[in-house]
């Protein structure tokens, strides 16, 4: 048994103190293809312990502002996991902390999001995934994976997808066409105009509050092997 508590890099940070808390949120209830998204947090709080505390980017020593670790979000269905989510993360903004979601399958972003759109105006979501999950419904859930940027989009309409490399046609509709940049294969924001990632993206960067699902899927899908969708396994 490791002598680190279970949190972000070992730290013991007390709440008051911290500027960013990480939020656990071991949910795998809706994955169609291959479980296991559940073990995502525990795994990355293990490996955080080896990181390197200085930050080249900011040249500074992020860790500390403080970092805090809250508990593991659990729930026995997604509408329950959505509303323990928001309500968590509501708490956490209104103190003023900035809020790192670890999962889980990509469900458990629409609470953490719904959270930051009513705390912030103009909210951006940056979406980065090989699937639009853009289906209003699917195996009978409003709340699958595969739902969850539908579920998005009653929160915000400002969202730039990138990545994508298979969208179900039923689910192009024009305000999809109007409001969100599709980027096929890492490369064209064809549906938004924009000529590529980074024009998209600096068209909303100063909105970005979040970005949801960072997926294994949208970079190294013939890599990776375990993944929620069946289709990424046969690629």
């Given at each position: ?97 900035l809020v790192v979601?670890?999962?889980?399958e990509h469900s ?10 009513r705390h912030f ?115």
């Amino acid at each position: 048994m490791s002598k680190y508590p279970l949190n972000f890099c070992g730290l013991s940070t007390e709440y008051g103190r911290a500027s960013t808390v990480v939020q656990p949120i071991p949910f795998d209830k809706t994955s169609t293809w291959i479980k296991g998204a559940n073990k995502g947090p525990r795994a990355i709080l293990e490996a955080s312990r080896n990181l390197e505390f200085y930050d080249i980017e900011t040249n500074s020593e992020v860790l500390k502002n403080g970092i805090f670790t809250a508990r593991p979000i659990h729930a026995s269905s997604s509408s329950a996991l959505i509303k323990k989510t928001e309500e968590a993360v509501s708490r956490y903004l209104k103190d003023n902390k900035l809020v790192v979601a670890l999962g889980g399958e990509h469900s458990i972003s629409i609470g953490v999001i719904k959270s930051y759109a009513r705390h912030f105006e103009n909210l951006s979501i940056l979406h980065l995934d090989a699937h639009m999950d853009s289906r209003d419904s699917y195996e009978g859930s409003r709340f699958n994976h595969a739902c969850v940027i539908a579920r998005i989009r009653e929160f915000t309409k400002k969202i730039i997808s990138v990545g994508i490399r298979r969208i179900l046609h039923q689910t192009v509709t024009a305000e999809t066409i109007e409001n969100q940049a599709v980027s096929e294969g890492m490369n064209t924001l064809r549906m938004s105009g924009a000529r590529n990632v980074k024009e998209g993206t600096t068209s909303i960067a100063e909105m970005i509050r979040v970005a949801y699902d960072m997926d294994a899927q949208a970079e190294a899908n013939k890599v990776v092997g375990g993944v929620q969708a069946e289709e990424e396994a046969q690629n």
